[in-house]
Each structure stands twice: as structure tokens, then as C-alpha cells.
């Protein structure tokens, strides 16, 4: 995936400003991170927090307001999507004089024994190789650290897939990571994890809408090696909408992992 990792960035970038409008997921998503956070407010060591993929700042508000005596080091691979994030975190009245701004690929940290968080939001699914990140992350904690973040997972799109399969045609959407998957490989590396998934059904005017929001977000780049053609493209959105006249839902599964580097129970 780091082929297409300019692609994406691009994406991202360009439709930015759209980003707030059609971030249904990513919003309804944050409250699991939230609770979460508010719940291990004590159990932070002294150390910096880092946000990795912050977007337009759905997490980082929050976040800030929640620990604005902490020092957070706020990132994102898209320049634009890092600067509305900055002026939306100004404009929201919080104390943000902690925070400091990187635009950064958080898929290929570096760095050793820094931070006492890395948090993200439904960013991880665009790693080429998610384990090796969440290893690479892992070793930027600080002993007594936490990895918290969430991700969309294989059983999201099931209709897309569906109609897909009843045309006989190849599904496009990207792949998507299996949360048990990756708890059964961190487990067997002996890290504390705790993870939880959810299915979240949303209802889109019609399946043309649906693609519309994707691209709308950004999140319109195909790491696929299949590919429709356009007419194949208008024969599933036809078909779609015919055999749905009231509406299309689409079903997201929403995962969520926070992983520990410690000896003792996450919660």
C-alpha cells in the first residue's frame, strides 16, 4: 500500500473540507475512545501523547479538552487535514497551548520510548501492514503506555458485497483488517489487549449516495486490484437502488483495541 500511500494523502487532502459533512462513522465512532479515555484519565504516566490520522479534529477536541495540561503532538499524513483540524481546535474555546502540530505518516513511526498514548480513529485500516505499525507503535511507548485506536473491519460493506456477488461482479472496496486477527497475533506476543467490535447500519438515499459519501471523505482511493468499468459501475447502482427504492443501508463494523505495554489488566 505505500505505492498508492501518495494517493491516498491526495484524496485526503482534496476533499478536506467535505470531511466534516460525511464523517457519520467517525463521529458516532469517537464515543467508545472517549469513555475510554475518561475511564484511564489516572493511569497515564508523564509522558507525551501522540494522535495519529487526527482528520478535522474529532478525536483531538475531545482529547485536548480532556487532558489540556498534557503535552499532544497532533498529526496527519494530509497538510490540509492537519490545518482544519488546527483551526477548528482554536476556534473551539479550549486551552490548546500543549499541543503541537506534525504532518507526519503515522504507519511508519521510528521513534523508541516517548509517549505514554498513541491514539487514532479509523485510520489503521489504511496501513499496508497493520501488525508490523501496531509492533513499530508499540516500541514508541513508554513502558506502562497505551495504544488506543479503532479501525473498520472485514464485515463491513456487507451489501455492497452482495449485490456485487448476485451481478457476478468483483467486489472493489478495499480489504480491511480482522480484529480477531490481530488479537490473536498480539496476544501471542504477549501484550494486554482489550477489544471490542460493533455493527453500525446506516441508511443512504440510494447506494449512488453511499459511493458519493466515500469519495467525499477521501476515502475513495482503491488499493483493489480489481476494478469495474463504468458500466458495470451504473448497472450495480441501478440494481442497487431497484431492489432498495427506499433507501440503501449499508452496514459498518466498528473495531476498537487498546493495547497495553504493561503486566498489569488494561481496566
Avoid at 500500500?1 to 466534516?20: L, P, V
Avoid at 497515564?44 to 495519529?52: T, V
Avoid at 507526519?104 to 479509523?122: Q, R
Wanted: hydrophobic letters at 35%; charged letters at 25%; aromatic letters at 12%.
Amino acid at each position: 500500500m505505500k505505492d498508492n500511500k501518495e494517493t491516498i494523502k491526495k484524496n485526503f487532502s482534496k476533499f478536506a473540507s467535505y470531511y466534516e459533512d460525511y464523517a457519520v462513522v467517525q463521529k458516532i465512532g469517537v464515543s467508545w475512545i472517549i469513555e475510554r479515555l475518561k475511564l484511564l484519565k489516572n493511569s497515564f504516566i508523564d509522558a507525551p501523547f501522540l494522535e495519529i490520522g487526527c482528520g478535522t479534529g474529532i478525536i483531538t477536541i475531545p482529547l485536548v479538552s480532556i487532558f489540556n495540561d498534557r503535552k499532544i503532538i497532533v498529526s496527519d499524513l494530509s497538510q490540509e487535514m492537519l490545518e482544519i483540524c488546527k483551526q477548528k481546535t482554536n476556534s473551539s474555546g479550549i486551552d490548546y497551548s500543549m499541543v503541537e502540530w506534525s504532518c507526519i505518516d503515522g504507519e511508519y513511526l521510528t521513534e523508541e520510548n516517548v509517549y505514554s498514548l498513541v491514539i487514532s480513529g479509523f485510520t489503521f485500516q489504511w496501513f499496508k501492514d497493520i501488525y508490523g505499525s501496531i509492533k513499530n507503535i508499540m516500541n514508541s511507548l513508554k513502558q506502562g503506555g497505551y495504544l488506543i485506536f479503532s479501525f473498520l473491519g472485514e464485515n463491513s460493506f456487507k451489501e455492497w458485497k452482495k449485490k456485487c456477488n448476485q451481478l457476478n461482479y468483483s467486489y472493489t472496496g478495499n480489504p480491511l483488517p480482522s480484529v480477531n486477527a490481530i488479537e490473536k497475533k498480539l496476544l501471542a506476543d504477549n501484550f494486554q489487549v482489550l477489544s471490542h467490535k460493533e455493527e453500525l447500519r446506516i441508511k443512504y438515499p440510494s447506494s449512488k449516495k453511499f459511493f458519493q459519501s466515500l469519495k467525499r471523505l477521501g476515502a475513495g482511493t482503491s488499493i483493489s486490484k480489481e476494478a469495474l468499468t463504468l458500466s458495470q459501475m451504473k448497472n450495480l447502482i441501478n440494481f442497487w437502488n431497484n431492489e432498495n427504492p427506499d433507501g440503501c443501508n449499508v452496514t459498518y463494523e466498528l473495531c476498537y483495541m487498546i493495547i497495553g505495554k504493561k503486566e498489569k489488566p488494561l481496566l
